[in-house]
């Protein structure tokens, strides 16, 4: 290069899975009998809504729909989100005002972080935690301090932990349950806990919530808790609970003043999302209870399969937990276990490490394949053991 890169990139490395699913991609290609089985990413293999599917390719034959749109999104799909709210989180919401679609949830945490952080500003990150939350700290030169979750606190926050801890420059806080990588769930309590942590001490708690419909009772919003607005913004995506993770439809929700900041942002990096996408959207949003019933009944018989394999390991693992991983314990050094399965197996699990120190000696199993490719990396696993 005749340049050097930005200083904020130092800390900042690529994309884990970018990286191995190029490995992956190359064992493929080099003359293997089988494939790779690859359970490391959440992504949903399963069909979109058809109500989408058709919407997206009815009206993208129309004149008129291919130009750029509103920076906020059409109303009909604010509207769409904040009727999903209410409906499903008993959150009521102003979508004019308190709704901003995005194009993913994954692009809102750089937006918020851009949106709030200076240089030097402080921010509280999950250990065990989704990645992205350290690397957009870092491109905003924040300080990341990392705060423990404790598998004997159901990998909860220990709040008093928390309030022992500096938090003198702390201005935004990340949180996400149901949680990945570990499946922890959300609970009212939990959410009551956060906002009045983050009133008393002037923290904007963010929370992640792609995967309070997949192997749920009941989603969940911080923002159903009483005061939460005052404090705290919730991302959200169609990835997940509608198998339509490479559409890149999501939303960040909250208190007017706190969408109208991360608009200035987000006006600046895109030109809105592709009208028909967007109607499609709001088809997916009106899915009644019976798609997330076979949503979840699907999951279930994945996490059950994939269940075996975590028995095979002997791992430790929550066999009912949410969201779309299972996550084990199996000891020792989890990179090494995880390479070791993949070039004698050809079976790709995530190793924990990859999430903080906190996952050191842990594994993750993505629920995104169907059961038979389970069942076979039972026997593939088993005959290296």
Request: net charge neutral; hydrophobic share 40%; charged share 20%.
């Amino acid at each position: 290069m005749i340049i050097s890169p930005a200083e904020r990139t130092a800390d900042v490395r690529e994309y884990y899975f970018s990286t191995k699913n190029r490995q992956i991609a190359a064992m493929n290609a080099d003359g293997r009998t089988e494939p790779v089985i690859n359970l490391g990413i959440g992504a949903p293999n399963g069909r979109p809504p058809q109500e989408a599917i058709d919407a997206l390719c009815e009206e993208a034959q129309k004149d008129g729909v291919h130009a750029y749109q509103d920076y906020r999104g059409t109303a009909e799909l604010r509207k769409a989100f904040a009727d999903w709210y209410a409906r499903w989180y008993g959150v009521q919401l102003d979508f004019t005002t308190q709704v901003q679609p995005l194009v993913g949830s994954k692009e809102g945490i750089l937006i918020v972080s851009l949106a709030f952080l200076n240089k030097g500003d402080k921010v509280l990150v999950p250990n065990p935690g989704y990645p992205t939350y350290s690397s957009s700290a870092a491109l905003c030169q924040a300080e990341m301090l990392p705060y423990d979750l404790e598998e004997s606190l159901g990998w909860q926050p220990d709040f008093e932990k928390l309030e022992r801890m500096d938090l003198s420059g702390v201005k935004l806080m990340w949180t996400n349950y149901p949680g990945m990588p570990t499946g922890a769930p959300a609970t009212p309590e939990l959410f009551a806990k956060l906002v009045d942590f983050g009133r008393r001490h002037g923290i904007l708690i963010v929370n992640d919530n792609p995967y309070s419909f997949v192997l749920s009772e009941k989603p969940l919003s911080i923002l159903s808790v009483p005061g939460a607005f005052d404090c705290a913004i919730e991302l959200n995506s169609l990835s997940k609970a509608h198998n339509m993770s490479g559409w890149r439809i999501g939303v960040v929700v909250g208190a007017a003043g706190y969408v109208s900041e991360l608009l200035k942002v987000k006006s600046q990096m895109d030109s809105g999302m592709f009208r028909p996408m967007q109607i499609a959207a709001t088809r997916a949003l009106a899915q009644g209870p019976e798609w997330f019933e076979s949503l979840n009944a699907e999951y279930r018989r994945r996490r059950e399969a994939a269940s075996k394999i975590m028995d095979l390991l002997g791992a430790r693992y929550n066999p009912h937990s949410q969201g779309l991983f299972l996550w084990g314990y199996v000891g020792g050094d989890s990179l090494a276990k995880s390479d070791e399965i993949l070039h004698k197996a050809g079976v790709f699990i995530t190793p924990g490490d990859i999430f903080g120190s906190r996952g050191r000696g842990y594994l993750r199993i993505s629920l995104c394949k169907n059961v038979p490719e389970y069942e076979r990396a039972v026997q593939k696993i088993k005959a290296i053991l």
